[in-house]
């Protein structure tokens, strides 16, 4: 397996010919070239260019709408209806995102209910951008059935991330962004391939039994949320803010609606955002910097985000792989 080194501009570029040339319009295309371009540069690459096959499938198929407009519209002090038409998430996102801001600094609080989007993007890109106006923010959405709940020996939840964000006034925010699958498929996959154990915790066989054998819980078993029954009420929590709350599906409905084109299906997605200069009355700024530094005090402790705000200072060739570069130039 060879890589090829490709530029961050040559990323961008490749990445928006693909969606050009598969019914995107000028906008869409350029929303996601940047995305993509993005998540490799940051090392997100599980979200970058790996992407794009997905997304082009879901295009071919009219699942997505590659030339679609998302409705935005206000309706309350504090809360955005987004309907998504059918676009990818992040259209909506670029299009909403900024009426988000708006509302939390005006207000203190805010919340972006978002349905009909497709989303299949790293989360840290909503959060981040939300932080970066001085707000905190929380984001999170569901997918299609991959995690079993706690008790149980079939998959319900989707690997349901969740991000939060919190700003610093002369630093990149602080953000996390995690599935709260205890693991990937796609991760479980490769320990299959290379013959690794994976932790036990991470997912049960075909007959609910607890595995350290990848191929077991990737052939016919399932994932296991992260925590045990902790993480399990968290990807409940996501079920029901990114499917109840916002008026769209819960994972399971998803599946019965989607075409398995292999494309990010429809769904829906809450985004929260709170001004800490509004809720605070004193300097917060000042207040999590210290703690901030007391944590990073206290040995071997990064703070979630540091890497990809460390890679995202190397404005240097990215080395991908090449297959995947030849695929999706065949795509384009
Ligand atoms: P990881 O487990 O790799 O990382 C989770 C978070 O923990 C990141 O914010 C990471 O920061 C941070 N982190 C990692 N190691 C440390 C450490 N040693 N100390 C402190 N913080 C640390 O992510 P996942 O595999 O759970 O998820 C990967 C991506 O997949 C996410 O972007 C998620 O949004 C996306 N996803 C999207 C789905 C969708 O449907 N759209 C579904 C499921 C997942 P850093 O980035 O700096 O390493």
Redesign the pocket.
């Given at each position: 397996m060879s890589n090829i080194s490709l530029s961050l501009d040559e990323i961008y570029e490749l990445a928006k010919k693909t969606f050009s040339n598969n019914g995107c319009d000028d906008e869409t295309s350029k929303i996601m070239a940047d995305l993509v371009m993005k998540a490799e540069r940051d090392g997100?690459i599980?979200?970058g260019l790996f992407r794009v096959p997905a997304y082009i499938s879901g295009l071919k198929s009219g699942k997505i709408n590659g030339k679609g407009k998302p409705n935005v519209k206000t309706i309350t002090p504090s809360v955005i209806k987004v309907d998504g038409n059918n676009c990818l998430a992040p259209v909506v996102l670029k299009k909403s995102i900024p009426e988000l801001v708006k509302l939390a600094k005006e207000n203190g609080i805010a919340v972006l209910a978002i349905t009909n989007s497709h989303?299949?993007?790293?989360?840290?890109p909503e959060t981040e951008a939300v932080a970066e106006h001085g707000l905190a923010a929380f984001a999170c959405?569901s997918?299609k059935p991959a995690v079993a709940p706690a008790g149980a020996i079939k998959p319900l939840f989707?690997?349901?991330?969740i991000?939060f964000a919190w700003p610093r006034k002369n630093k990149p925010p602080v953000?996390?962004?995690?599935?709260t699958a205890s693991m990937?498929m796609g991760e479980v996959q490769v320990a299959k391939r290379e013959g690794h154990k994976v932790p036990l915790g991470t997912g049960l066989t075909k007959d609910g039994k607890e595995t350290t054998d990848p191929a077991e819980i990737a052939d016919g078993g399932v994932l296991l949320p992260f925590g045990g029954y902790k993480g399990s009420g968290i990807a409940m929590m996501v079920e029901l803010l990114a499917g109840a709350l916002v008026g769209d599906n819960f994972s399971y409905e998803t599946a019965e609606k989607d075409n398995n084109d292999g494309g990010p299906p429809s769904g829906g997605e809450f985004i929260l955002a709170i001004s800490p200069e509004k809720l605070s009355n004193s300097d917060w700024d000042t207040h999590s910097l210290k703690f901030f530094e007391k944590m990073k005090s206290m040995g071997d402790?990064?703070?979630?985000?540091?890497?990809?705000h460390k890679n995202r200072l190397d404005k240097g060739p990215r080395y991908i792989n090449e297959d995947l570069v030849n695929k999706i130039k065949s795509l384009s």
């Open positions: 997100s599980s979200h989303h299949m993007a790293a989360m840290w959405t997918y989707g690997t349901n991330p991000s953000v996390f962004d995690m599935a990937a402790v990064r703070l979630p985000g540091e890497r990809r």
